[in-house]
C-alpha cells in the first residue's frame, strides 16, 4: 500500500512538472517570436532550445556545472543550447527570466561564439525581457548622487558581487542597453557585429562611436537623466531634503534669538538696567 502511494506521488510530481512546463512553454512562444525578430533570426531559432528547471540555488550550480551566486534566478549556456531556471511558482516571475535567458540564448546563436562584454549581454537580455522599473530608476539615481556608479567593464566579475552591487550593476548594463537604443536598433549593430566578427568593429560600423566614446556619452547621460530622478521623484531624498531644511531653519533661528538676547544683554549693561520695578 505504501509502495502505491509513493509511486502515486511520483507520477504526481511528474505530471504537475509537464503541466507547469507546458503552460510556460505556451506562454513564452510569442516571446521566442518576438525575441528572434529582434535579432534577425529565423522565428523557428528558439524552439530547439532546452528548458530545465531547478528547485533552489544549489540545483542550478549543479545542473549548470558551475558556480551560481546566491541571488542568481537562472543560467544560459549557449554551448548546450539549454537554459535551467529556478522554479519558483510565480508565474510572471518564471516567465521574465526564461525570456531573459531565452535571449542570451538567441544573441550567442546570432554572433556565433564571437566574444562580447558582459554589460552587453545583460542589458539586451533585459532590454528584450523585461521593463525598466521604477526601482532601477531609483537605484541609478541615488548611485549617481553618491558617486556609486559602477564601471560597465565591471560587469564581468558581477557572479563575485554581492545581491545589492550586482542589482546595481544590472540596472547600469540595462540602462545603457536602453541609452543606445534610442538612436539605434540592436538587432542592426549584432547584424553588424556578427559581419565583421568582432565586437568592437561592429560597434563602431552600426553606431559611429567607438566603444570608449560610448562610455563617455553614457555616464554624461546618467548625470542629465537621473539627478532630477532624485531631486524631483523620489520621496526619500525629498523627505531627507525637507528633514535637512527643517533643521537648518531651526539652526539659524537659534543662533538670531542668541544674538539678539546678546545685544539686549550689552544694551542693559551700557544702560546700567537694573531689576524691573514690582507694581504690585
Not at 518564471?94 to 545583460?122: M, S
Not at 557572479?159 to 540596472?171: D, H, T, V
Not at 521623484?233 to 531651526?250: H, K, M, P
Request: net charge neutral; with cysteine; aromatic share 14%.
Amino acid at each position: 500500500m505504501l509502495k502505491s502511494i509513493k509511486n502515486f506521488s511520483i507520477v504526481f510530481l511528474v505530471f504537475i512538472g509537464f503541466v507547469f512546463a507546458d503552460k510556460i512553454d505556451k506562454q513564452i512562444a510569442g516571446s521566442k517570436a518576438r525575441i528572434c525578430d529582434a535579432f534577425h533570426l529565423p522565428e523557428s531559432s528558439l524552439n530547439d532550445t532546452r528548458i530545465e528547471f531547478a528547485r533552489d540555488n544549489n540545483e542550478l550550480a549543479r545542473l549548470s556545472y558551475g558556480y551560481i551566486p546566491d541571488w542568481g534566478a537562472g543560467v544560459a549556456l549557449p554551448d548546450r543550447n539549454t537554459i535551467i531556471i529556478i522554479k519558483t511558482g510565480d508565474t510572471e516571475r518564471d516567465r521574465i527570466v526564461l525570456n531573459h535567458e531565452l535571449t542570451h540564448i538567441a544573441l550567442h546563436k546570432k554572433l556565433q561564439g564571437i566574444p562580447i562584454p558582459r554589460w552587453f549581454d545583460e542589458g539586451v537580455a533585459q532590454y528584450l525581457s523585461t521593463g525598466f522599473t521604477v526601482s532601477n530608476q531609483a537605484q541609478l539615481a541615488w548611485a549617481v548622487l553618491w558617486r556609486n556608479i559602477l564601471s560597465l567593464q565591471s560587469l564581468e566579475y558581477v557572479n563575485s558581487f554581492n545581491i545589492s552591487n550586482a542589482e546595481l550593476a544590472y540596472a547600469e548594463s540595462f540602462d545603457a542597453v536602453l541609452y543606445l537604443a534610442e538612436s539605434n536598433d540592436i538587432g542592426t549593430i549584432c547584424d553588424s557585429i556578427a559581419s565583421t566578427e568582432d565586437f568592437g568593429d561592429g560597434f563602431r560600423n552600426a553606431t559611429n562611436l567607438s566603444i570608449y566614446d560610448f562610455y563617455r556619452r553614457w555616464v554624461k547621460h546618467l548625470s542629465r537623466r537621473y539627478l532630477p530622478f532624485v531631486l524631483l521623484g523620489d520621496q526619500r531624498f525629498l523627505w531627507t531634503f525637507a528633514s535637512v531644511i527643517f533643521l537648518l531653519f531651526g539652526i539659524i533661528k537659534f543662533i538670531h534669538q542668541r544674538k539678539h538676547f546678546a545685544k539686549l544683554r550689552k544694551q542693559a549693561d551700557d544702560e546700567n538696567w537694573g531689576e524691573p520695578q514690582n507694581y504690585s
